[in-house]
């Protein structure tokens, strides 16, 4: 079983609305991200988490919190977006190995924030 | 920064070969993927080499990559209609398992 799911598979939401974004695997990987992807561009890493912990955040602003609760789990908050945070968020998820890792990827939410 | 190019378009024939290119400039590869996006979808591997590797085959997909010109390609044998998506190309590098992607190249199928 390769499978990386999300929910909801589609988000519209205003400016001054929290919503949160979930991703699970069940692959006993032990490494997680979230990556954001805009029309006809590739994807953008924002967070990985290692071992739960945050390991890298590519200066995301502040009104992206991700969380992760367990290894199988992750989570990404979303607070007062703007219209340019509208994308594709993919969840992805490896073993943990570092350089030698292969990430699988789940098939996204499409967030639209008015 | 490092950049990993690839063509934006590509169109085959149903049935011949394509053959999707990637370059990169960073030689510290490890290893190196090709995934497949279909319209509104996540991303799919596909396949993947490591950067001690020339070649690698699985079923209809050839991976070849030559380290010297910093070059990686895709071939898909026999394509079909299924095949239509954006394929991206990909890189870990030593001591960080942070992907780069390539641009994207997006494959049509002339019937």
């Known amino acids: 079983d390769t499978e990386v799911t999300q929910t909801p598979k589609h988000l519209v939401m205003g400016m001054t609305n929290k919503k949160s974004l979930k991703c699970e695997q069940h692959?006993?990987?032990?490494?997680m991200y979230w990556y954001k992807q805009k029309a006809k561009k590739p994807p953008e890493l924002m967070f990985v988490?290692?071992?739960?912990?945050?390991?890298i955040n590519e200066s995301v602003p502040s009104r992206f919190s991700p969380e992760c609760p367990n290894s199988s789990l992750l989570n990404l908050h979303l607070h007062a977006l703007q219209p340019e945070d509208s994308a594709l968020y993919l969840c992805?998820?490896?073993?943990?190995?570092?350089?030698?890792?292969?990430?699988?990827f789940g098939p996204g939410t499409r967030l639209t924030v008015l | 920064g490092e950049d990993v190019e690839q063509s934006l378009f590509l169109s085959v024939r149903e049935g011949d070969s394509s053959v999707i290119n990637c370059t990169y400039t960073?030689?510290?590869?490890?290893?190196l993927y090709w995934y497949k996006q279909e319209p509104g979808a996540g991303l799919q591997l596909l396949t993947y080499?490591?950067?001690?590797?020339d070649m690698k085959q699985d079923q209809r997909l050839t991976v070849l990559l030559n380290k010297k010109d910093k070059h990686l390609s895709l071939r898909i044998a026999d394509t079909q209609t299924g095949d239509s998506a954006i394929y991206f190309c990909?890189?870990?590098?030593?001591?960080?398992?942070?992907?780069?992607f390539g641009t994207g190249t997006r494959l049509t199928i002339i019937p």
């Open positions: 988490y290692s071992y739960e912990k945050l390991s």
């Open positions: 990909a890189r870990t590098h030593f001591g960080n398992e942070k992907l780069t």
């Open positions: 692959m006993g990987h032990r490494a």
């Open positions: 960073d030689s510290s590869s490890t290893y």
């Open positions: 992805a998820s490896s073993p943990g190995q570092g350089a030698t890792d292969t990430q699988y």
């Open positions: 080499i490591f950067s001690n590797m």
